[in-house]
T-cell receptor, first 114, second 114 residues
Framework: DARVTQTPRHKVTEMGQEVTMRCQPI?????VFWYRQTMMQGLELLAY????????DSGMPKDRFSAEMPDATLATLKIQPSEPRDSAVYFC????????????FGPGTRLTVL | SQQGEEDPQALSIQEGENATMNCSYK?????LQWYRQNSGRGLVHLIL?????REKHSGRLRVTLDTSKKSSSLLITASRAADTASYFC??????????????FGKGTMLLVSP
């Protein structure tokens, strides 16, 4: 049963620390998305990769956030330095045809920045 | 904002009853998708309806799309306690830049009581 995996599932850190979240997309999927979910803003798109190339990261605060796909089996989202307002659940999703088709979500990383 | 808006924000029903959720959006779309999210989990894709389709079924789910009114509805028939979750609509606006992404609404929280 193919599924998207994310690590860690939970992360508590202090303000100013670096946070790295990892995602393994479903094998064969060529599009990967990073989303952030909060009660206030709902689900926001942070970054979008197709064939490992970044297509859209306009939703990401560039000064502190970075997203990469070092290979087809790993996507990373890094926050440096972290701030309390970054506290949220971060989801990775993968798919075959971007927004034109279904996206398959991982279980999320719940980040708390103290 | 281009995101879809679900209505109602919360819905409470008894097992066996039907649940109807609505989604409205503002600009023309390529497709509209519905997702379910159980508490503490990632989103799960339920159904995709394309802009040239008016109705789709999947098991106990029925989705309609009215592009003239820019709205969609999700009907869950004969609801079960296990249907308790948040339901999100997501729209693909088909960007001109050669790729498309999904924009999610803030969801309807459905509570089905035994």
């Amino acid at each position: 049963d193919a599924r998207v995996t994310q690590t860690p599932r939970h992360k508590v850190t202090e303000m100013g620390q670096e946070v790295t979240m990892r995602c393994q997309p479903i094998l064969g999927h060529n599009t990967v998305f990073w989303y952030r979910q909060t009660m206030m803003q709902g689900l926001e798109l942070l970054a979008y990769f197709r064939n490992r190339a970044p297509l859209d990261d306009s939703g990401m605060p560039k000064d502190r956030f970075s997203a990469e796909m070092p290979d087809a089996t790993l996507a990373t989202l890094k926050i440096q330095p972290s701030e309390p307002r970054d506290s949220a659940v971060y989801f990775c999703a993968s798919g075959l045809i971007g927004g034109a088709g279904p996206q398959y979500f991982g279980p999320g990383t719940r980040l708390t920045v103290l | 904002s281009q995101q879809g808006e679900e209505d109602p924000q919360a819905l409470s029903i008894q097992e066996g009853e039907n649940a109807t959720m609505n989604c409205s959006y503002k600009t023309s779309i390529n497709n509209l998708q519905w997702y379910r999210q159980n508490s503490g989990r990632g989103l799960v894709h339920l159904i995709l309806i394309r802009s040239n389709e008016r109705e789709k079924h999947s098991g106990r789910l029925r989705v309609t799309l009215d592009t003239s009114k820019k709205s969609s509805s999700l009907l869950i028939t004969a609801s079960r306690a296990a249907d308790t979750a948040s339901y999100f609509c997501a729209t693909d606006f088909g960007m001109n830049s050669g790729y498309s992404t999904l924009t999610f609404g803030k969801g309807t929280m459905l509570l089905v009581s035994p």
